[in-house]
């Protein structure tokens, strides 16, 4: 690494996330867009039900954690 540094926490915890078998095949079929799971099953052949409602967890579990980027609406006044 440059300097002798870590690699930031967040890049870290992203590459242990899609090192995992099936989540960067299931990140890419949800590119177009949000789709039923019996889609997104079919979509990623090989795939069971089981394994992807776990990894589907895991990347849930991952947006909403701490530190996650979310957009941020600016809050609205009404003025008289």
């Known amino acids: 690494m440059r300097n ?12 242990a996330l899609f090192s995992k078998r099936w989540t960067g095949l299931i ?6 867009g ?5 889609t997104l ?10 394994m992807l409602s ?3 967890k895991e990347l849930e ?3 909403s954690s701490p530190g996650a980027s979310a957009p941020v ?4 006044l009404s003025t008289p």
């Open 54 to 56: 776990e990894r589907l």
């Open 34 to 38: 949000p789709c039923r799971f019996g």
């Open 73 to 76: 609406h600016p809050s609205r």
């Open 61 to 63: 579990a991952e947006a």
């Open 41 to 50: 099953s079919l979509a990623v052949e090989g795939l069971s039900d089981r």
């Open 4 to 15: 002798g540094s870590r690699a930031c926490p967040a890049f870290q915890r992203a590459v």
């Open 27 to 32: 990140v890419h079929a949800l590119l177009d």
